[in-house]
């Protein structure tokens, strides 16, 4: 033992392996194979310990410890194949083998072996994955696939909020009714999380009144929408349509439903305005497709024709407002908004849409920008983005302690919205106050680090290690 304690401390996890031989005497070659493995462990290279674990196996095959080392060391490398092959050879009373043996079924994507070794078993981290194996098949879109692995796992595991919800949102795609017990559940678990599945609950029971099971789909669709969860809302409209071919309306939302999932559904849209060509509602989603693409010219004609067909509502005009914006009329634009608010002026978003407008591109901020934003305010006090927004233009116009001002209340409101740091950060700079500009910006940018404002203000920040 000399010998080893001169190789230093590093090699504790040698000596737990010999003490486990139980022998006084080791075959030639085995200690330093031992010290070997533990080092590459040690440096993080689990690929390098495994051939001297093979080699100290080979010199003792009696000896469990080994084997366990083994298979956690092929597990690690993603050779679950090799990880079960050592685990064969140890007592079926090891503590650590269901586990391991759940955990290199999984990582070889025999799911089937997992299920089976699920009941009874306690196995936390390894139940967690095969959660992750379900969502794994929702990114791919493999709804029913994943819609019966959560139903198996639900039986079998110990039920979270999360999944409940996932599953009752899978379930609703084709068959809204089935899902409102798990959606339910999710809701009992944990409010919070279930906040979706909630509206889920609400819009499937409304819906179903109707007595027709293509507009509860279609229904659910757009609520997926409205989530933003649009490769399901194309599920849920496909099913919808599936059941009722001519149900235009559903057509309509398919056809955005593809566009905003990456695909393309100009022909669904097409289609929906040649079958209701005196209906609105195909021509303002044909338009943002247009506008969505970069072709305002071609979103204008869609939206003039629907405000045609409906001049009495707000948000047609908006969407025109913001076509002909795109186009670079904005003196038709400035209308177009004045138009909205006039037809709806107790509605806060319109005021807040108008002066988003007048910031967007910088036109006419004291005219038109500051009074929408005032008006946005007072309807709607408790918003922290209308705060925002009016606090942000009173810094464009100059403004600054009316600025920090609002753009302190939002943040008061709303500690995480990334819209008003970056403007406290831009305040901050513009103001002298760098470091506490610069701590605005960097919690603007962890708080929507791939979003517009986090991109906003990384490039402050780069501008400012310059």
Known sequence: ME????????????????????????????????????????????????????N??????????????????????????QATEFLTQLPESDPNLEC????????AGRMDAALAQLPGSHCPEQAAMLY??????VAAGDYQAA?????????????????????????????PESALSHLRLAVDLDPRTGRFADELIHVIESARFEGNRAYTLAQVGQA?????????AVAAFENALAQDPGYTEARAYYGLALDRSGQDGLSQLDRAVAEAPKAPLPLVLLGKHWLIGGEPARALEAYEQAAALAPE??????????????????????????????????????????????????????????PAARQAVMLKPGD???????????????????AERFILRAIQTDANLASALYHLGLLGLATGDVAGGRGALASALALDPDGRYGNLARRSLENLNQ
Do not use: C, K
């Not at 392996?17 to 040690?42: F, K, M, Q, S, W």
């Not at 440096?43 to 674990?53: S, W, Y």
């Not at 004045?338 to 910088?362: I, N």
């Open 132 to 137: 992750q194996e379900a969502d794994l098949l």
């Open 147 to 175: 819609a019966e692995m959560l139903e198996s796992l639900l039986i079998l595991l110990p039920v979270t909020p999360e999944a409940s919800e996932t599953l009752g949102t899978l379930l609703a795609l084709r068959d």
């Open 56 to 81: 100290a196996i080979a010199l003792e095959p009696d000896v469990p410890e080994l084997y366990l080392r083994a298979a956690q060391g092929a597990l690690t490398v993603e050779e679950p194949d």
């Open 313 to 370: 509502d707000p948000l047609i005009a908006v969407d025109l407002g913001a076509a002909y914006a795109a186009a670079g009329d904005f003196p038709a634009a400035r209308l177009a908004y004045q138009y909205a608010t006039d037809l709806a002026p107790e509605d806060a978003t319109l005021w807040s849409l108008f002066a988003q407008f007048s910031l967007d591109y910088e036109i006419e901020l004291a005219e038109v920008g500051l």
């Open 3 to 54: 010998f080893l304690r001169r190789r230093g401390p590093h090699i504790g996890a040698v000596l737990i392996l010999l003490v486990a031989l139980g022998a006084t005497a080791y075959p030639a070659g085995l200690v330093d194979n031992l010290e070997t493995a533990a080092l590459a462990i040690r440096a993080g290279r689990p690929d390098l310990a495994l051939p001297p674990l093979n």
């Open 384 to 402: 922290a983005a209308a705060l925002d927004r009016l606090g942000y233009t009173h810094f464009l116009l100059g403004n600054w302690t009316l």
């Open 100 to 107: 391991l043996q759940l955990d290199a079924a999984l990582r």
């Open 224 to 232: 997926l929408a409205r989530a933003g969860m649009w490769s399901m």
